[in-house]
């Protein structure tokens, strides 16, 4: 339970041979969504023995290759894997041309039901509202139109013990009045506060996905107080100008977010491939912002 | 020097987490091609350190996406690492399309001259003839339009023994002479032989690729003798039907194949993911013709 980011490729534009490029499994209570889908995510989770048929949307920050190259054969896995289950994919427009040409070219004829969701709007928007989670897209700034995905799981509804419900035989009309916070009148008379009958509060839980742009101070309201952040940090602060002028961000200017927004835990990734080792960009992070984690290829991090 | 193939996938439709699609790179000579390019080639040639810029030409069997996603991944990684040099892509009609829609959309301009050459014949066709390599692509018998290709190395001249020329000062017009057979006849009179001053005829090699296919024995005249047989392997004996309706062949199909054919080493390859071990399937092919191997990630073989 709770809410855990599996990292399948931290690398940028040039994978390289221990660096896949982004793809990245969030689990929201047992909930499965794909950020990104690099080339080789299929293989990185079938590595990794994690199941591509529980993943029920996929969210591609822009398309740029390796955000998406990979998501033709994932598709047709899942096909080949006899999916029935309905798959949405949350994408700025054109992806679905790409994938369509490929489908009819090959001769494929997928299965399940594939559908999209364009993502056209220059402000935040909540692309999912349902009963326990709240997905904001928000426009980022890159090259080509860009999006970063905010999760927020809505908060629970307290349950109530079970051992109350036993003892007194409580209805269940009663019982949805007790998770509302009113007290329990037994048949007889006795009062039961509703506050002794509920378990204690989960906290509902954040996750922000901000991948690739430059560093947007605006966004942090959006994502203040967020448990976990994924920031993209392509490049260390002596490759600012060139951080600039591709429309990334440094190790230090994704802390800086990090830190404006306070967040509880920072994880940086989508490394150019010229870095072999990660120490200066972790060190440069940590001096904004101590509790930041670099991604690697395989590693679980939990809100 | 020689012909050697690098196994960078033997996996089939749906890849393992030890298994990639199909993809492998053939050395002439230090002249590189790459056979099929199925998704997360780039990473199988970067882990084991092939120099991608050094491929001159691609070959791509049939359009089904085991054997060519992973090309528009390739291209842009090599136009990122600043190719200029041309590359020709060999490959049925409709590929063109799918890279054209993907440079286009993710704004990707190519810098080098990417070059394609559609094979559309119904009978073996030369398609590469220069001064050292003839390359035949065969039609198969799959779901979709597929070719098989034959690598023929011309026959070298021999070269002359460098003691002969130093020795006599042979001039240049008389030593290309001597190549072609003629003897030599010193200022002062003597005759020296032609096959005295020659250095040893090497033989030039062959290879062919055949995949994916059900077995065809009329390809056997055509690559009667080679050296290196690649044929498609995907199915244990038990399981001949599947392969019938699939299109595809058994091990001891292609063993079958590679003794009628008279070659001297057989590879097999394209398993099904259905496969943990390839021992029964080596036994099977090996029952057949004995001296056959299995195609294994990052091995090389040699003709």
């Known amino acids: 339970m709770g809410v855990t980011l599996t990292v399948l490729g931290c690398g940028s534009a040039i994978p390289t041979s221990k660096r896949n490029p982004s793809a990245h499994l969030l689990n929201v209570n047992e909930r499965f969504f794909l950020l990104d889908c690099g080339e080789g995510t299929q293989m990185q989770l079938r590595r990794n023995k994690l199941k591509m048929q529980r993943i029920e949307s996929i969210f591609i920050s822009h398309l740029h290759g390796d955000h998406f190259f990979g998501l033709i054969g ?27 040409i490929q489908l009819k070219l090959t001769g494929t004829v997928i299965n399940y039901k594939l559908q999209y969701c364009f993502l056209q709007n220059n402000s935040p928007e909540e692309i999912v509202n349902d009963e326990k989670l709240i997905v904001t897209a928000i426009p980022l700034k890159h090259r080509i139109p860009c999006y970063g995905f905010f999760f927020s799981e ?38 039961i506060s509703s506050s002794q009958m509920l378990l204690p509060v989960t906290h509902a839980k954040s996750f922000a996905y901000i991948t690739d742009t430059l560093p947007l101070p605006e966004i942090t309201e959006i994502i203040s107080n967020t448990d976990l952040l994924y920031h993209e940090a392509t490049f260390s602060e002596n490759l600012k100008e060139r951080a600039i002028k591709t429309f990334h961000s440094t190790a230090i200017q994704a ?49």
């Open 74 to 100: 994932l598709l047709t896995t899942m096909n080949l894997l006899g999916r029935t289950k309905e798959l949405l994919i949350y994408t700025p427009a054109g992806l679905k041309e790409i994938i369509d």
């Open 154 to 191: 809505k908060e629970k509804q307290q349950n109530i013990k079970k051992e109350y419900v036993e003892k007194y035989k409580i209805p269940y009309e009663e019982i949805l009045k007790i998770k509302l916070g009113q007290d329990y009148a037994t048949p007889d008379g006795k009062i």
């Open 255 to 303: 802390a800086e977010i990090a830190k404006a927004a306070n967040v509880k835990k920072l994880i940086i990734g989508h490394f150019s491939a010229r870095y072999k080792l990660l120490d200066e960009i972790l060190i440069e992070a940590k001096s904004v912002f101590e509790n930041t984690v670099v991604a690697a290829e395989g590693e679980t991090f939990t809100a």
